[in-house]
């Protein structure tokens, strides 16, 4: 009996005691995090709160229609509190939310549009573009023909013209409709008063469907408007590397012309003689390569050196650098019916052009890139690579250009399962971006440009984005290490997208001071 009363009282403390929580699911964490944001986000700065919830709004979509399309509007609302600047940062974040109001309300998306009112930048960058591109993809798959038509020329009409988005547009056009002439006179008319890049790959590609005298008066116009352009840059250079070779040009119109000279030799062939003879560099290119970029095989390095004010040797070194890091990142890119066999031999292949890169940061970059590509395929091959890789990073001084190099390690130590390196790595990125933050916070300059764009927030999403790859939910204790409150509600926004399948893979980085 006593044994019986024993037994009792045990079982009624135990049914007392608070049940275990228990983890929750990725998609009920993600919902966790976008309902936190949304509370704290009110409190950042204007152009923190209106991306904020931007990204909620976009996210939100998963769970609630109704409740992420509010989330939009009020970023779009917010944006009137952004203060003006030459960045043009407020134009920037509303083409930001109108591209992701397309996905949700076509109409609403289109309508935020016409509200943009963008600086003309020297840069000839247009915030509208990704939302212009957002809002004629849909409605093309939608069929909606006529009016993508509408919205590219009334857009078209406030500032830089969306060529891209006409090219798609003017593809699904049936051949003969005379709105296909309309379209491309509207673009080449647009092109003409502002230019503008985009025109000249759209009118690489189809001036052949276009009548004779249209197609000659477009070569015409780009012919003018490369010519009138001056290169200011003394130290512009840019190399093109393919299957078949590379190229090197000093001077941003050779670039220009080489993708297009072969349709002006068809066209005007006298006037194309007269610009060869008097650009040499150019001419000795197109005799390698007669259709520009298409005559080189499958694209593998597009580097560019700017203003930068390096000696010609170091761009040479940052030039072959680049060019390696592509090839082994394109061998890196398997083909669906890849077998084990040929996946094994590009791995070795990208391994040797890796060894043979000078440059600690594009060589520590291609070696993460195998390690994680190997994973747990090859366990043993993949740590000897994941060692170099980190050998190779402690040669790295430069802050940001060691901090992603990170997310390959996380990554490779998660598929050898190897937790505590992993973890150790995701600690050495935090560190990285924290260092990052302190120049972006530094007094003597602190970084004027969007907080969203900062280099320490591009770090931090590193670090949480590779963290909740590897760790799920548990991922979230590094949250605790993001101590600025803007940058931290940025950082739960990217943790809740990678916990629902469809993180961010580039971003946007800039850094900006205030004139003293």
């Not at 275990?20 to 704290?40: H, N, Q, V």
């Not at 500032?159 to 056009?173: C, G």
């Not at 062939?269 to 390698?288: F, G, H, M, N, S």
Request: proline share 4%.
């Amino acid at each position: 009996m006593k044994l019986l009363l024993a037994l009792s009282l045990s079982a009624a403390l135990l049914a007392q005691e608070p049940a275990k929580k228990e983890k929750p699911t990725p998609k009920e964490k993600a919902r966790e995090l976008l309902d936190s944001a949304a509370e704290t986000a009110p409190a950042s700065h204007a152009d923190v709160a209106a991306m904020a919830f931007a990204y909620i709004g976009e996210n939100y979509a998963e769970f609630d229609q109704k409740k992420a399309l509010e989330y939009l509007r009020r970023a779009f609302g917010i944006t009137a509190g952004i203060p003006p600047d030459s960045f043009d940062a407020k134009s920037i974040v509303q083409g930001e939310i109108a591209g992701k109001m397309a996905v949700l309300s076509m109409d609403e998306a289109i309508e935020m549009l016409r509200q943009i009112v963008p600086i003309q930048a020297e840069n000839g960058i247009d915030p509208r573009q990704r939302a212009i591109d957002n809002v004629i993809l849909k409605l093309v798959e939608k069929k909606e023909l006529t009016r993508a038509v509408e919205v590219l020329n009334t857009l078209g009409a406030t500032a830089n013209y969306p060529y891209l988005s006409a090219q798609i547009v003017f593809e699904k056009l049936p051949e003969g409709d005379g709105s296909r002439e309309a379209l491309f006179g509207y673009a080449m008319s647009a092109y003409t008063l502002r230019g503008g890049d985009g025109f000249t790959t759209f009118l690489g590609k189809h001036w052949k469907d276009l009548p004779r005298v249209q197609a000659e008066a477009a070569v015409k116009a780009v012919v003018e408007n490369v010519l009138a352009k001056k290169n200011e840059d003394q130290q512009y250079s840019t190399t093109l590397s393919g299957q078949k070779g590379s190229v090197t040009f000093t001077d941003p119109r050779d670039i220009a012309f080489f993708d297009l000279m072969y349709i002006v030799q068809e066209i005007d062939p006298k006037r194309a003689t007269e610009i060869l003879d008097t650009r040499p560099v150019l001419k000795a290119a197109l005799a390698k390569f007669p259709s520009g970029r298409e005559s080189m095989g499958t694209m593998l390095s597009w580097s560019t050196n700017s203003g930068s004010g390096a000696a010609p040797d170091v761009q040479a070194a940052n030039g072959l650098a680049d060019s390696r890091l592509g090839a082994a990142m394109q061998l890196l890119n398997f083909d669906d019916k890849a077998t084990d066999e040929v996946k094994h031999r590009q791995f070795d292949k990208a391994l040797e052009i890796a060894r043979s890169i000078q440059l600690p940061d594009r060589k520590a970059s291609a070696l993460g890139m195998i390690a994680e590509g190997l994973g747990d395929s090859d366990p043993a091959q993949s740590r000897r690579v994941l060692s170099q890789c980190l050998d190779t990073l402690k040669e790295i001084k430069d802050v940001q250009a060691r901090q992603p190099i990170w997310d390959h390690i996380v990554a490779a130590a998660h598929e050898l399962k190897d937790d505590k390196l992993a973890r150790e790595a995701v600690g050495h990125s935090l560190d990285d971006a924290a260092e990052l933050y302190r120049m972006d916070t530094d007094a003597d300059g602190t970084n004027t440009a969007l907080r969203d764009w900062w280099p320490s927030m591009n770090a931090y999403r590193h670090a949480v984005i590779a963290a909740t790859k590897a760790f799920g939910v548990d991922a979230d204790l590094i949250l605790l290490k993001i101590a600025d409150p803007d940058l931290n509600v940025l950082a739960r926004l990217e943790m809740a997208a990678t916990l629902l399948e469809h993180p961010r893979n580039s971003w946007m980085g800039a850094v900006q001071h205030a004139p003293k």
